[in-house]
């Protein structure tokens, strides 16, 4: 159609035919419906557009020749074969097409059409087809929404693992979740479109069908119990009716009813049994202080239950004044410190005034660690106190008129010429266990000898000289020997002839014991029974000694466990020792010759010293490689701790030793070299000793010593790097130490800082770094541009562990005024790794005052995710490792949404570091990240310079 204009000259009103107002009308009504209008002159071939169609289709109207041609050319290539067949046969015969296809606009936009067509014939006869075609993209679009919303709602519900059905306005199910058709019992494709009252007919005159009648009847949610007699179970349901019928959900509580039936069941019980027992029973309900007592307390004591009404209050306040807090402070204390018993025995007032002494003994019934009741029962002991009191009268009586010998901390013993026992103290009862009346009329030979020639050979010796001191092993009644002291006496009679012995037997086992725990802890080590470092120091000597006397060359090898601390940190200590104790016999099994030592060193250091090799340097080290070589395949084989398989690795050093060495100390520093070399070439191998490696060791010594000097020198400095947000606002920054060395220039802190950890330098450096780091708070706190910045500052697993690390903290920042709110520290993942209660507690100190926490270089350590909600964290970094490739390497891409995820999850803020490109900038802000450091943003400067970066 064309355009048309308005008639009429300037000045005038237009005056419209009816025509032109009906296609003026026409126009208007495409523009508002987007609809447009076309006609197909089958015979020409020429097709006619409204202005509407032109705007649908994109195509400007000079560019139209009005043939088919052009049209299809807009239509997208995949539908063009079935749109031209469809205008084929609308040339050829008159229908009415419908058609629905997709169109590329000349600026590269799809859109999709709608097309239907009606044929008719023009006044002289000749055939046409016209119709409509109008753009459903928004309409496609908002349909393909709806129907993947409706497939995760259709997840969610068969996901769900409450049971839950739906039925219409006539009761007929129109959906059954998974967990519906479990509990049901029926499938759902035997219920849907069925009515529920036909399904389950048991349900009719139930109160499940008043239910669910009421709720469709008031439209109003309702939830009840009820037991569902068919499947002897109980179900508890919620009811929500709508405009399309009634949604249920609905759960088994058929444990919960037994449970609350057994509960009911056992107070009924106890109620029953407190009546008739004539013991003394109360239980406290001490949420609303209420004391409830059996008849018991009656009989015993005189009271009745009644006048126990004032609660807990009632009862001590009965109890002696002496010991009234004593007894109360415990009660309190067991409801307090989560215990399951409470005994205690004190006096108690009766009605008439006078003192029972009674045994309490309470039994706590908690609910989550919440008391709910404190069940007892009180035993009155007077009597029982006061036998007790008359029998150690009499036993203090007896042993008054004990006479000396039983006195004696010794075992005294008197037997006949027989050798059978007359007299048995006390002291020999400790001793030996039996009884006088088990051990009198019994031999010694059968009662305590363990070897009977030596007693026989004691005993000759008594005869005939009289006495006869020595040592002698002998049996306890619990089958143990001990070995004692024994000093044997013959007494005769007043004729002269043999008449009895006297044995007093003193207990040197201890004395032994002590003695073997002493040689062994002098040169033993007590887990794994090798030789010590002083034992070994002294094979060592005698090695040399023997290698100057014969000319042959000894070997030490230094061997130290790879990764031994992390099977301690995962582990525990406990695996650890138990892991050094089947080294330590691998070992062994592996030097058998006698004059060979395999010793511990200490930690995970093992020591193997190798006598008598070769007296040819190539063949001793050949000798000394080969022992290595085995030492090294059987640790192949995972080690078996407990319920844990192991596997470990050694490194090993070999420094070989001849009769020209004079110290051992040299030999032992050069296989710890040589040890350390091992580690350096990648661990599970073996080194020989070299001199460059002393030169190594000596320029770390001088690097601590330099590091010394510049701590003391103030040779350190402090640089600030940007932190911005998604805005590019600057609101804080990391403060980085760097060393300016005068004659190194600047040292790298990947060099420094860790041999700060290893030597301890770091606490130092931490302090001074922290210090530097609040003085500069305080300075942009005066200057309103830098007020809000925040500073964080790195602390290390050594700096943090430090017993007076908070003390230390919270000095500083009263010392410096430092705002705590502006402080931030940054603790790294290996923080985690041990004592993870005693860090939390910290981070929780440090918390209250204000001062903020960032979780440094996130996902790179092995903290469990466990204790990650439980630290007081402001904040995760995620590490710049995984920011470097996240626009190339898709496992970075997915660690960096991850942690982003799962700080948004926790409430965390997250920043990531080493953003270098916009790229990468972009990438972390499409998935949620919103805080920056690094590069791109700015390098780390001095403080002068910040302020105006």
Known sequence: MEPHSAPGATGQSPTLTRQQLLELQLDDVQRVAHVGIWELQPGSGKLVWSDETFRILGVDRTCFDSGLDTYLSVVHPEDRDKVRALLDQARH?????????????????????????????????????????????????????????????????????????????????????????RMLQHPREALLGKVVWDAFGDLRGTRFESEFRQAMATGRPASFEALYVPFNSWKELRLFPSAEGLAVYFTDISERKRLEEVERENAERFRVVAMATTDIIWDWDPRVDRLWWNEGIESAFGYSPEEFNEGINAWSSRIHPDERERVAEGLYRAVETLQEHWRDEYRFQRKDGSWAQVRDHGILVRDDGKVLRVIGSVVDVTAQKQAELDQLQAEARYRLQASLLDKAHDAISVSDVDGRITYWNRGAQRLFGWTVDEAMGKTRAELLIVSVQEFLDAQDTVVRQGDWTGELRKWRKDGRSVTVECHMTLVRDDDGRPQAVLAIDTDITQRKQAEGEILSLAFFDPLTRLPNRRLLLDRLRHGLATCRRTGHLCALLFLDLDNFKSLNDTLGHDKGDMLLEQVAQRLTAQVPRGSDTVARHGGDEFVIVLEELSDQPHEAAAQAELVAEK?????????????????????????????????????????????????????????????????????????????????????????????????????????????????????????FIPLAEET???????????????????????????????????????????????????????????????LKLELTESLLLANVEHTIDNMNMLKAKGIGFALDDFGTGYSSLAYLKRLPLDQLKIDQSFVRDVLTDPNDAAIARTILGLGHTLGLDVIAEGVETESQRDFLAAHGCRAYQGYFFGRPVEAAQFRGS
């Open 93 to 181: 015969a008159p229908f009415q097409p419908v058609l629905e296809h997709r169109v590329i606009r000349p600026d590269g936009e799809i859109r999709h059409v709608f097309v239907r067509g009606y044929p008719f014939r023009h006044a002289d006869g000749s055939l046409a087809v016209s119709g409509t075609v109008q753009d459903i993209t928004e309409m496609k679009h908002s349909s393909e929404a709806l129907q993947a919303k409706s497939l995760q709602l259709l997840s969610t519900l068969e996901s769900m693992a409450e049971a839950f059905y739906t039925l219409d306005k006539d009761w007929r199910f129109t959906y059954i979740n998974h967990e519906a058709e």
């Open 760 to 822: 301890g330098l770091i606490m130092q450096l931490g302090q001074w770094v922290l210090e530097s780091a609040c003085k500069q708070l305080v300075a942009w706190a005066s200057d309103p541009a830098t007020a809000h910045l925040t500073v964080a500052v790195n602390v290390s697993a050594r700096q943090f562990r430090q017993p007076a690390f908070v003390a230390q903290v919270l000095e500083v920042l009263e010392r410096t005024g430092a705002n705590p709110n502006r």
């Open 631 to 751: 030492i090294l395949a059987v640790f192949n084989a995972p080690f078996q701790l407990e319920c844990h398989q192991h596997h470990t690795t050694p490194s090993i050093g070999v420094a070989l030793y001849d009769k020209h060495m004079s110290h051992v100390d040299e030999l032992l520093k050069r296989a710890d070299l040589a040890m350390y070399q091992a580690k350096a070439a990648g661990r599970n191998t073996i080194r020989f000793f070299d001199h460059e490696m002393q030169t190594v060791i000596n320029r770390r010594v001088a690097l601590e010593a330099d590091m010394r000097h510049g701590l003391k020198h103030q040779e350190f400095c402090l640089l600030y790097q940007r932190q911005t947000d998604v805005d590019g606002h600057t609101i804080g920054a990391e403060a980085l130490v760097r060393w300016s060395h005068p004659r190194h220039k600047l040292v790298s802190p990947g060099l």
